[in-house]
Antibody, heavy 121, light 109 residues
Framework: EVQLLESGGGLEQPGGSLRLSCTVS????????MTWVRQAPGKGLEWVSV????????YYADSVKGRFAISRDNSKNTLYLQMNSLGVEDTAVYYC??????????????WGQGTLVTVSS | QSVLTQPPSVSAAPGQKVTISCSGS????????VSWYQQLPGAAPKLLIY???KRPSGIPDRFSGSKSGTSATLGITGLQTGDEADYYC??????????FGTGTKVTVL
């Protein structure tokens, strides 16, 4: 059974940093690209970033480019999202998601339950 | 980065059919596959349709997908109260990003 468990969310002040983690099980982690998607309160889904199975290729939404960094540790079955220079507009539930193959383009086939990030002074 | 356009809401009585449109462009839907996701209240999204019209294991055939040009459509037949949810389309974009639809709320009358 595929399982994705996010952690690291919480309350952070504007300008601060947070690192989200996503620990997975039930599949060969290194064989699949992984994605972060966020959803602001009461809003729709917004794609944030994707990383290839090897970790060698990454893509970002314009809204987070230069501030967020996606990475993975295939030895630990863990995906990360380092978020810097946080603004109130980054407040959202952040979902970790598995893609259906190692590279892009590929679609998301499994989602975690999400972790809430709140940016507020 | 652009978004895909969906109607904000659709509704129908139990047992009826609804369709949800998803309008994109030549840089996304026009050249890439479309997937659809269902988000029940308070839950994480779930894959409903991939590669325009394929259903993952466990998804009933009441759900169907199609694509034509730069638009896609999700159909739900035999509507049930358990289908009340938000539905999102998504597609890879040539800007090396993924674009999601604006989301459609399905209400069972």
């Amino acid at each position: 059974e595929v399982q994705l468990l996010e952690s690291g969310g919480g309350l952070e002040q504007p300008g601060g940093s947070l690192r989200l983690s996503c620990t997975v099980s039930g599949f060969t982690f290194s064989s699949y690209a992984m994605t972060w998607v966020r959803q602001a309160p009461g809003k729709g889904l917004e794609w944030v970033s994707v990383i290839s199975g090897s970790g060698g290729t990454t893509y970002y939404a314009d809204s987070v480019k230069g501030r967020f960094a996606i990475s993975r540790d295939n030895s630990k079955n863990t995906l990360y999202l380092q978020m810097n220079s946080l603004g109130v507009e980054d407040t959202a539930v952040y979902y970790c998601a598995k893609n259906n193959r190692a590279g892009a383009p590929s679609h998301i086939d499994y989602w975690g339950q999400g972790t809430l990030v709140t940016v507020s002074s | 980065q652009s978004v895909l356009t969906q109607p904000p809401s659709v509704s129908a009585a139990p047992g009826q059919k609804v369709t949800i449109s998803c309008s994109g462009s030549s840089s996304n839907i026009g050249i890439n596959y479309v997937s659809w996701y269902q988000q029940l209240p308070g839950a994480a999204p779930k894959l409903l349709i991939y590669d325009n019209s394929k259903r993952p294991s466990g998804i009933p055939d009441r759900f169907s997908g199609s694509k034509s040009g730069t638009s896609a459509t999700l159909g739900i037949t035999g509507l049930q109260t358990g289908d009340e949810a938000d539905y999102y389309c998504a597609s890879w974009d040539s800007s090396l990003s993924v674009v999601f639809g604006t989301g459609t709320k399905v209400t069972v009358l």
